[in-house]
């Protein structure tokens, strides 16, 4: 027999969980003295719960595997809210084991005491109470294989003291059965047969690619489809890597700050292939008016609320998404033939589009931060893990590193979390020890969980910080200079602390950039000499600079603002 | 649109709070809603009262399928179907109403479970519309209280919901 603490770490082990990220508490203990008497499963202590739950997610997103956080019960958990949020959003399959204060306390207000599984419930995929021990095991099992299979998402696992204390017989189950809980993973052949004829009918057809393609590992497949097909692709924010950006079938990100190219594909297609994709606010603008072009739509996801949820389609196909593709690349045989003709008048089109070149910037005395991007992608080859927060810098990341391969852009597309950057750097680099890291940021963000820096130092990762810096939360800045006659309420940020100076406190290195000729070489500097050390470069940069194209809320795809227009 | 949802799910604690929440936080509205375990006390079976039009009525049950804890969902207004609801009404039965009050229970086929010198209790079971309709037939000034299930249902026939 074993005690339940035990029991928590054996699960781990037979998980394979190699890393954990937390914070621990005196609901925890027990588990705590459980991770030190073994060395299978290596534990990285943050300086706040919210870092461990991003470090998590990012660990996740970054390697296909769960990406598991513990912490301890009341203040551990809800700062562990904004994390779970995020995962949620963006379907991140992550485990959260959290502590509770012991059963019979349970309801009496107790120190340290919140109501976990009610405070959690809405931001997760599931959740679970444990209250006997001899649940345990098999619940963590269940968490598991909850928040890996279907459409992912976060399971918290909430674990009284008491139980961890408790002696069990340890048993961990091979596979789980649950009536109530059985994904669909093929897609319906009927479907997919009419999906494929649409295809070959097509006569402006596009690929519109999420993140759902690089959450089920079909970059490859979805690849192999669009060469097959010669079709335009363009991607979510969430998708971006899925395909990759550099080829010339690819149209670049579409939706808000999507290209001139992308936005004007996607609404004037005849045929949408929807891949791994919701067709959110951010990428379709205004359902109305998106929805008064006529098209057919073909959607491929797993999760059937996420189709019909804000467009009406044509074909749904629910099912995983490299099943799918793999259906309809063999029912691509001899016979199959696309239109040639109209495609290559289409193929016309989008390059005139194209020619727009959307991406174009006004040149400055000051670091444009386009620069800095352009210039990261060039000294990293294209091919770093990039983390980013929330704002313009975040916008300048998704436009101009072109990623080829997915799982290298590590931001939070759904729910728009700034503060996650740091930390995520910490979960790619735990997942992924010996790749290029950078951490695309800015002033505000970069501070919502600076504390993380230590934890950096204590573990030796060496992230590339690169702070976009104009003094400014840029974003609520630029939708006050456009949309609130330049009332600039709470965006200008005074007091900003001596960057340089605080990461050397921390025992790093910190570079402060000021010029734009400066840029190339403090970035080669930073990963070659430096290359095993955190730097900080804290990029002063012009503070007038916007992201465009942009479509204004509410606005159509193609009612876009160009940087030429202004 | 009026639809009478059947949900079977897991009789877990805080099965009911996330069909709950589900309906909060996706702005559903539930007309009425009423869970009891089965007949397999492993098993909850629900019965949710909501209207929209059937793009939400779509979402709703994709929503509800997508939760771990549910294992099947119907849509029972879809086809034909029994509802039944149960009332318990207070009156205030002196002098000449409580004959009245007997007699307009008899009428509505209700029975008066409970008795005092001034008062009665009468259950009724029916659909809503009859509650209704009974409410308005007795003197509103007479009513010292109800309460209601709210609608549990039933598909007709072969149609069955289980496991």
Not at chain 1, 353 to 369: T, V
Not at chain 1, 385 to 400: K, L, R
Not at chain 1, 555 to 566: P, R, S, V
Request: proline share 4%; hydrophobic share 40%.
């Amino acid at each position: 027999m074993i005690s339940g603490a035990e029991i928590v770490i054996r699960c781990l082990q037979e998980e394979k969980v190699d890393c954990v990220f937390g914070y621990p508490g005196g609901s925890v203990l027990h588990i705590y003295d459980a991770l030190f008497k073994q060395d299978q499963v290596k534990h990285i202590l943050v300086r706040h719960e919210q870092a461990a739950v991003h470090a998590a997610d990012a660990y996740s997103r970054s390697s296909q595997k769960v990406g598991v956080a513990l912490v301890t019960s009341g203040p551990g958990v809800t700062n562990t809210i904004t994390g779970i949020a995020t995962a949620y959003s963006d379907s991140i399959p992550m485990v959260v084991i959290t502590g509770q204060v012991p059963t019979a306390y349970i309801g009496q207000d107790a120190f340290q005491e919140c109501d976990t599984v009610g405070i959690t419930r809405p931001c997760v995929k599931h959740n679970f109470l444990v209250k006997d021990v001899k649940d345990l095991a098999s619940t963590i099992k269940k968490a598991f294989h909850i928040a890996a299979t279907g459409r992912p998402g976060p399971v918290v696992v909430d674990v009284p003291k008491d139980v961890t204390a408790q002696m069990c017989e340890f048993e961990y189950p091979k596979t789980i059965q649950m009536r109530s809980y059985n994904p669909v993973v093929k897609g319906h052949l009927g479907q997919i047969k009419k999906a494929v004829q649409l295809l070959q009918e097509a006569k402006r057809p596009i690929i519109y690619a999420g993140g759902g393609v690089i959450l089920s590992d079909a970059a490859e497949k979805l690849t192999d489809l669009a060469r097959k097909l010669d079709f335009p692709v363009t991607n979510t924010l969430m998708g971006l890597g899925s395909y990759p950006a550099t080829d010339r079938q690819s149209v670049g990100m579409l939706g808000m700050h999507g290209t001139y190219e992308a936005n004007m594909a996607m609404h004037h297609a005849d045929v949408v292939l929807a891949v791994g994709a919701r067709f959110d606010d951010r990428v379709i603008g205004n359902p109305a008016h998106f929805g008064d072009e006529p098209r057919k739509i073909i959607h491929v996801d797993i999760d059937p609320s996420s189709i019909s949820k804000r467009v009406k389609v044509d074909v749904p196909i629910v099912g995983n998404v490299p099943d799918v593709l793999d259906e309809m690349l063999k029912l691509m045989d001899a016979s199959f033939k696309t239109d040639k003709v109209a495609v290559g008048d289409w193929w016309k089109q989008i390059e005139e589009w194209r020619g727009r070149d959307c991406l174009r910037y006004r040149q400055s005395e000051l670091i444009m931060p386009q620069y800095v991007v352009q210039k990261l992608y060039e000294v990293t080859g294209g091919d770093a893990y990039i983390t980013s927060d929330v704002g313009q810098h975040q916008m300048f990341a998704a436009q101009y590193y072109k990623f080829d391969k997915p799982r290298r852009w590590i931001n939070s597309g759904g729910l728009g979390t700034m503060g996650v950057g740091l930390p995520y750097g910490m979960g790619v680099l735990m997942a992924n020890p010996e790749a290029q890291v950078a951490c695309i940021t800015g002033e505000g963000s970069i501070q919502m969980n600076i504390q993380e820096l230590s934890t950096c130092k204590q573990y030796g990762l060496p992230l590339k910080i690169i702070n976009l810096n104009n003094g400014m939360l840029g974003m609520v800045r630029q939708w006050q200079e456009m949309f609130y006659s330049k009332r600039y309420s709470q965006s200008y940020v005074t007091s900003l602390p001596d960057f340089v100076k605080l990461a050397e406190s921390y025992g790093h290195v910190g570079m402060k950039i000021e010029k734009p000729e400066d840029v190339e070489p403090a970035l080669r500097q930073a990963f070659t000499e430096y290359k095993d050390r955190l730097v900080f470069m804290d990029f002063i940069i012009d503070p007038t600079a916007n992201v465009f194209p942009m479509v204004a809320a509410g606005k159509g795809l193609t009612e876009m603002i160009l940087a030429e227009d202004l | 649109m009026r639809h009478i949802i059947s949900v079977l799910l897991e009789n877990e604690a805080g099965a009911l709070s996330r069909v709950a929440g589900l309906f909060s936080a996706r702005g559903y509205n539930i007309e009425s809603l009423t869970v009891a375990p089965t007949e397999d006390a492993s098993l909850s079976r629900m019965t949710i009262v909501t209207r929209g039009s059937d793009e939400i009525l779509e979402q709703i049950t994709k929503q509800l399928n997508k939760l771990v804890d549910v294992v099947k969902v119907v849509d029972l207004s879809e086809a034909a179907h029994s509802e039944r609801e149960l009332m318990l009404i207070k009156v205030r039965a002196t002098g000449k109403d409580r004959e009245e009050m007997k007699r307009m229970a008899d009428i509505f086929r209700g029975r008066v479970i409970d008795v005092t010198e001034s008062t009665y209790v009468i259950e009724l079971t029916g659909t809503g519309a009859k509650m209704d309709s009974f409410i308005a037939a007795i003197d509103a000034g007479l009513i010292l209280e109800t309460v209601r299930t709210g609608v549990c249902g039933i598909g007709r026939g072969d149609r069955i919901l289980k496991v």
